[in-house]
Nanobody, 120 residues
């Protein structure tokens, strides 16, 4: 059994910062890519940022220069530092990861989501 547990969401004023964390636990051999997605009601879930095991990152154009994704492979944890937040960043943020299980099977997993609300 593998779980992804997010934390760090909340309410912040425009221009403020938040740091999201997502810790993976369970029968994990290693983790390939880790990513953050977000979703607002009535819209499709969209990729915010992604990081490979080697630390290669890519970002949605809407967050470039404001958000930074990082990971700690020893802790099986991914972070999303969000600065200069805008009201349009308001969404439920989901952690996603490709996890190599102890039996060497690779499965994609989602966290339960954490709400980020940016007030104007």
């Amino acid at each position: 059994q593998v779980q992804l547990v997010e934390s760090g969401g909340g309410l912040v004023q425009a221009g403020g910062s938040l740091r999201l964390s997502c810790a993976a636990s369970g029968s994990i051999f290693s983790i390939n890519f880790m990513a953050w997605y977000r979703q607002v009601p009535g819209k499709e879930r969209e990729l915010v940022a992604r990081i490979s095991r080697d630390g290669i990152t890519n970002y949605a154009d809407s967050v470039k220069g404001r958000f930074t994704i990082s990971r700690d492979n020893a802790k099986n944890t991914v972070y999303l530092q969000m600065n200069s937040l805008k009201p349009e960043d308001t969404a439920v943020y989901y952690c996603n990861a490709d996890i190599v299980k102890l039996i060497r099977r690779i499965d994609n997993h989602w966290g339960q989501g954490t709400q980020v609300t940016v007030s104007s």
